[in-house]
């Protein structure tokens, strides 16, 4: 009999909600995204997931097949979850910058 090893993340949004999303152990960053992205109905291209650990941005773009494991997710892990604004070539340019308690 072949156990499933799942970790439950605490994923707080913008808004300061907070839900819970379950992801295998083995799951990439980008598993995770595509899981939230699912759960809530947003556009898990424009994710931005930062550990409560570190305070730093998860991933790049490049870096979504690395597994959460190795950027030290586990189970009971705290995700800030922030977006990308929409890329629509327009004048309107948006800075991405991290709240000031996650500055620490």
Do not use: W
């Not at 992801?23 to 409560?52: F, H, M, N, S, W």
């Not at 941005?57 to 995700?79: A, C, F, N, R, W």
């Amino acid at each position: 009999m072949l156990l499933y090893r799942a970790m439950e993340l605490v994923v707080e949004n913008l808004t300061g909600t907070l839900f819970h999303v379950q992801v295998g152990y083995d799951a990439t960053v980008q598993d995770l995204k595509r899981e939230i992205g699912a759960q809530q109905k947003l556009p898990c291209d424009r994710l931005i997931l930062v550990l409560d650990a570190d305070h730093n941005p998860l991933i790049s773009k490049e870096e979504e097949t690395i597994s959460l494991v190795d950027y030290g997710v586990q189970d009971g892990s705290h995700i800030y979850l922030f977006f990308n604004p929409i890329d629509d070539e327009s004048n309107n340019h948006f800075v991405f910058s991290l709240p000031e308690f996650l500055l620490g």
